[in-house]
């Protein structure tokens, strides 16, 4: 199961930690990544992180702005968001990739339910 | 980015009938292609992966097959619960970039 949290309204310029409390399975064996959903759009990855947190990656249009995580003592995921802008608006979903990849690329054969974060003065 | 396109865009069915929906990458990605099912509301749950691959828990009903840079999913029998809106991912090269989803309807 995973469960994120911080979703937010947040003004243009500012920041949003979000995070992805996950359980019910060996979180540290897993990559792990964020992809969103702008409102009646489809889906985009927007990050990625290897097993052990040591390799991360990131969308284009994140990429200098965004930030990811994982505490794998907490099997907590997370993403940072800085400098956001009215595009960041979407549902975040947190999802689960294969075991011991390096986060680069996947499929997800899990996902939260997701938590919206709106960007908006 | 590797873009990738599907068709139809949205396509209409009943109950029983057999339907194909179909992917089109770029460029050759082999078979590192993966489909996922998302109802209204809902997250995501990813279908087939690696190009004909059934997730577990999935019905029989669904499969895929393609390589290269042509793909498809195929529901054998449409349930009420398969009217939702389909997706490919490409995994072959990073960014994992979506199609912009069938809608099934």
């Known amino acids: 199961q995973l469960l994120e949290s911080g979703g937010n309204l947040v003004q243009p310029g500012g920041s949003l930690r979000l995070s992805c409390a996950a359980s019910?399975?060996?979180?540290?064996?897993?990559?792990m990544s964020w992809v969103r959903q702008a409102p009646g759009k489809g889906l985009e990855w927007v990050s990625g992180v290897g097993a052990t947190g040591v390799t991360r990656y990131y969308a284009g249009a994140v990429e200098g702005r965004f930030t990811v995580s994982r505490d794998n003592s907490k099997n907590t995921l997370y993403l940072q968001m800085n400098s956001l802008r009215a595009e960041d608006t979407a549902v975040y979903y947190c999802v689960k990739g294969r075991e011991y990849s390096s986060g680069e690329v996947d499929w997800f054969d899990s996902w939260g339910q997701g938590t919206p974060v709106t960007v908006s003065s | 980015d590797i873009q990738m396109t599907q068709s139809p865009s949205s396509l209409s069915a009943s109950v029983g009938d057999r339907v194909t929906i179909t992917c089109r990458a770029g460029q050759t990605i082999g078979t590192y292609l993966n489909w996922y099912q998302q109802t209204p509301g809902k997250a995501p749950q990813l279908l087939i992966y690696a190009a004909s691959n059934l997730q577990g828990g999935v019905p029989s009903r669904f499969s895929g097959s393609g390589s290269g840079t042509e793909f498809s999913l195929t529901i054998s029998s449409l349930q009420p619960e398969d009217f939702a809106t389909y997706y490919c991912q490409q995994s072959y090269d990073t960014p994992g970039t979506f199609g912009r989803g069938t809608r099934l309807e």
């Open positions: 019910g399975f060996t979180f540290s064996r897993y990559a």
